[in-house]
C-alpha cells in the first residue's frame, strides 16, 4: 500500500492512442518548438542590442520572450522524446519539479503581460509623468514581483501535491504533469486542494486579465480623443500586438485552469495544452514583428547591416 500511495514514477501516456503513429508528430512539433526558440531568442537579443528598444515596454516584452522558451523547455522536449520510446516514464521527483516550473513560469508570464498593460496605459493616459512612474527602478521591481510571486505561491501547491495518495495507478493521460490528471490519480480528498488551484488561478490569471482590460478601456478612450490619425494609427498598431498576445494566451488558460475541480476531458487538455507550450510560443515572434512598426524598422535596420557586412567582405 504504502508503494502504491507513494510511486516512485509516473507513465505519461502522452499520445499513445495514436499507435506507431505518433512518431510523425515529432517533425512538425520539432519544427514549431526550434522556431519558437530561435523566433522568441531574436526578440530578446534585439531588445538588448539596438538602443531603439531599451523601452520599458521592450524591456517587459523580453522577459515575456525569455519565458516563452522556458515554458516550453519544461514540457515539449520532453514530450519530443517520449513520441519516439515506448516506456514514457517520468521520476515522481521529475514529475513535480516539471509540475512546479511549467506553472510557475505560465503564470509569471501572465503577470509581465500586465506590466506591458500597465506601461502602456501610463505612456498613453499620462505621458508627461512616465519617465518618473516608470523608471528603470520601477521596471525592475514590477518584473521582480512578477517572476518572485508565482515561483513562492507554487511552493504549497507542488507540496501539497506531493504528499498525496496515489493509488489510482501512476499512469498520467497527459504529455506532461498536469493538474487534473495527477489529481485523478489520488485517491486523497483533493476537494481544499482544488479550490485552492481556483484561487490561484483568479491571484494570478483572472486578476491580471482585470488589470490588463481595465488598462485598455482607458487607452482606447484616450487614443479615440487624439486629432491625428496617423498617431491613432501608430499607437493601435503598437497596442494591437500586445493585445493578440493577451487574447492567446488568456484565452487557452482560462479555458482550462479558471475553473475549479476537474471540469475538462483529458484530450481537451491535451488539445489546448498543445496551443499554449507549442503553437503560442511558436506564433508570438510573428505577432511582436508583423504587428509592431518599431520592431519592424528594427528589423530592416539589422537586415541592411547585415548585408553591408556581407558586401564589405
Known sequence: MANL???SEFVLSGFSSFGELQALLYGPFLMLYLLAFMGNTIIIV????????HTPMYFFLANF??????VTMTAVPRMLSDLLVPHKVITFTGCMVQFYFYF???????LILTDVALDRFVAICHPLRYGTLMSRAVCVQLAGAAWSAPFLAMVPTVLSRAHLDYCHG??????????????QLS????????????LMALAFVLSSFLVTLISYGYIVTTVLRIPSASSRRKTFSTCGSHLTLVFIGYSSTIFLYVRPGKAHSVQ?????ALVTSVLTPFLNPFILTF???????????????????????
Open 268 to 272: 481537451v487538455r491535451k488539445v489546448v
Open 104 to 110: 510557475s513560469l505560465g503564470s509569471t508570464s501572465f
Open 187 to 198: 485517491c486523497s480528498d483533493t476537494r481544499l486542494l482544488e479550490f485552492w488551484d481556483f
Open 65 to 70: 520572450s525569455l519565458l516563452e522558451i522556458l
Open 291 to 313: 504587428r509592431n512598426e518599431t520592431v519592424k524598422t528594427v528589423l530592416q535596420g539589422q537586415m541592411q547591416r547585415l548585408k553591408g557586412l556581407c558586401k564589405a567582405q
Open 46 to 53: 534585439m531588445v538588448i542590442a539596438d538602443t531603439h528598444l
Open 170 to 183: 501512476n499512469v498520467i493521460n497527459h504529455f506532461f504533469c498536469d493538474s487534473a490528471p495527477l489529481l
Open 5 to 7: 500511495s507513494q510511486p
